[in-house]
């Protein structure tokens, strides 16, 4: 091994050790430990085996960005300050304009929103589904319970009521997010929401038809296996095609529109009440996330671009053109898409230090048991490295604390507990549940 390949090997190392082990979970730039001279043949390189079809010059003027990016940033603001000091990368108008724009204004990029749509409306589906269960717990006797009445409910049909309602959460924490984990890798973040609407539509149609308790509870399942397919795989296509700068706030959209969800079904569920009967009521609150989960399907399907970083990382669908393709149509101009795409390929290189065991082309497309190992080295992770089990700890305190405050049981079950504290009709105890939603 040549001196200097040796010497960025150590460094490169080094930086993976730094990344284990920092306490603040601050992320370094992939370029820092990189020479000019070593950036350039890296990135001639990845131009001649990746990206043959972009001119070299191109791919390593994004690259030096890349590496210098905050200093780029600032000349960006600065008027005539890269041409009086002769730096290796002029920018153009446009770009410093873009460079700009990307971190002063909430999602600048021409594509996301497209991105951003997506993932609200998987959100909004979230919420609709939970108030649409809600609403539903108010018609227990159109499948199978012997009475709306609070005073003669007995104590194996309110047994009945919260299996069928808690237990699409359950396979939904214990199966439909672990499972989307072997999904993404297989059919991509966009496959793995398509999955997981298709999933909820198809439920959603079975709940119509539901005559009993254990009916509804199994296509709940079905349905709790989407919801958890879904959570998982929405928040990372926004965190992983979204610019850094704007990560957490494309993540946090997530619950703003789960809460705009509980709302907007509340108030459907008040319309739908004034149908001619229960069945007919009872049917259309259960059948109501059908619309929703096939925009949504749509939207994955055909609408919204796929992950970027889904391209680079090794598996199946391993295809860096297909990534440059994305980030073009997701980004404002020519350099940002070259820059993050390079920028990524080097992320993914250091987090696949230490799997020694791969040769060229098993990297790309590993088999079903080293797949495998690769998910459950990934969950070992969480446990042993400071900035990964911080984060579990500071989330599993916060997730835990939401749950145990006791929001989340008016959020599902607020018409059944209106019900049991008056005489007042149904649609009174609707509109209590819509009040609490708003």
């Known amino acids: 091994m040549p001196a200097m390949q040796r010497r960025f090997q150590d460094r490169l190392a080094a930086q993976v050790q730094t990344r284990k082990t ?8 992939p370029l820092a430990y990189m020479t000019d001279q070593e950036l350039e043949e890296d990135v001639k390189e990845f131009a001649e085996r990746k990206l043959p ?5 191109q791919i390593l003027r994004a690259a030096r960005v890349a590496k210098d990016i905050r200093m780029y940033d600032e000349i960006a603001r600065r008027p005539g300050f890269d041409t009086r000091n002769r730096l290796p990368v002029i920018l153009t108008d446009e770009e410093k304009t873009a460079l700009r724009r990307e971190r002063d204004v909430t999602f600048s990029e021409r594509g996301m929103w497209t991105v951003i749509a997506t993932v609200s409306l998987a959100a909004l589906l979230q919420g609709f589904v939970q108030s649409s269960w809600n609403g539903a717990a108010l018609y227990d006797n ?22 069928a309602s808690a237990s699409p959460w359950f396979v939904a924490a214990l199966v439909g997010c672990p499972l989307s984990l072997p999904i993404n890798y297989w059919f991509g973040r966009r496959g793995g929401i398509s999955i997981a609407a298709a999933l909820i539509f198809c439920s959603s149609i079975g709940a119509v038809f539901a005559r009993t308790w254990i009916d509804l509870m199994c296509v709940r399942i079905i349905n709790g296996l989407g919801m958890g397919i879904k959570a998982v795989s929405t928040p990372i296509l926004a965190s992983e095609t979204a610019v850094g700068f704007w990560r957490g706030s494309a993540i946090l959209a997530w619950q703003l ?33 059908m619309v929703p989960s096939l925009a949504l399907f749509i939207m994955a399907v055909w609408v919204c671009p796929e992950s970027p970083r889904y391209h680079l990382m090794r598996g199946p669908n391993y295809n860096v053109e297909k990534a440059y393709r994305i980030l073009q149509r997701v980004r404002n101009t020519e350099l940002q ?7 990524v390929h080097k992320a993914l290189d250091l987090e696949n230090v230490g799997f020694g065991d791969l040769d060229d082309n098993a990297a790309l497309s590993p088999g079903f048991f080293w797949v495998i190992r690769d998910f459950f080295t990934q969950y070992k992770q969480l446990f042993q490295q400071r900035r990964l089990y911080n984060a579990v700890i500071s989330t599993g305190t916060v997730n835990l604390a939401q749950q145990l405050c006791g929001v ?10 209106f019900s049991r504290v008056g005489k007042q009709s149904i649609l009174i105890e609707m509109a209590y549940s819509l009040g609490f939603g708003q």
Request: overall charge negative.
């Open 22 to 29: 920092n306490d603040g979970a601050v992320i370094e730039n």
């Open 53 to 57: 079809m972009v001119p070299y010059e």
């Open 142 to 163: 159109e499948w199978g319970l012997t009475t709306t009445e609070a005073d003669n409910r007995s104590e194996s049909d309110d047994w009945r009521l919260g299996a």
């Open 257 to 289: 529109w789960v809460a705009f969800g509980i709302m907007t079904s509340f108030g459907f569920n008040m319309i739908f009440t004034t149908a001619s009967s229960p069945r007919i009521v009872f049917g259309l609150i259960n059948g109501a996330p």
């Open 337 to 343: 898409a070259l820059r993050d795409l390079y920028v």
């Open 408 to 417: 989340n049981v008016c959020a599902f079950y607020s018409g059944t507990l």
